[in-house]
């Protein structure tokens, strides 16, 4: 709700600035800035306000994201309204993300979180390529790391004993 409000004021302040600068009694370079920084601030300010706040974002607004595989840290199933990562991207902090309801996924996600390993604590990861099908996230398991070849047999080396 917050973040509403701050793109709002923003915008206010920009829609002011604007107009000002179009009844300016004469014509200056100001004016066609004003009405131009206007027009390109609108979505720099809803994106910087997406951003900075720290909620969960769609997926679609992920524009930051790099492509591949990333962590699922934790997901928590809302049921009928949303699903919402925590993904560990190579920041320092998780990164919020929310896809919409889909049964399927929800089913996937339980499934995958239920059979992890004690060492993953219900992590897996998310395959993520940039699209616009909504529905492109591919979840998978953490691969287990693989075991070493068995060690080949020593012989026994030579042992000596000693009569006492």
Known sequence: MSQTFLV???ISLFAAAAWLAVWA???TWG????VGLFVIGIPAIAAAGVQSLGHHRPMSLAWELPAGDHRVLAA????????????????????????PWDNATANRIGKLQ??????????FLLRYEPSLDLNAQQFHPIPQPQLLPPKPRQQQGQRFEQDA
């Open 76 to 99: 928590k199933l809302v049921q009928d309204e949303a699903i919402y990562l925590y993904l560990d991207a190579g920041r320092s902090e998780p990164w919020p993300l929310t896809l």
């Open 114 to 123: 239920d059979e992890a390993g004690e060492g993953a604590m219900g992590q």
């Open 31 to 34: 004016r066609s800035a004003s």
């Open 25 to 27: 009694r004469r014509d």
């Open 8 to 10: 709002l004021a923003v």
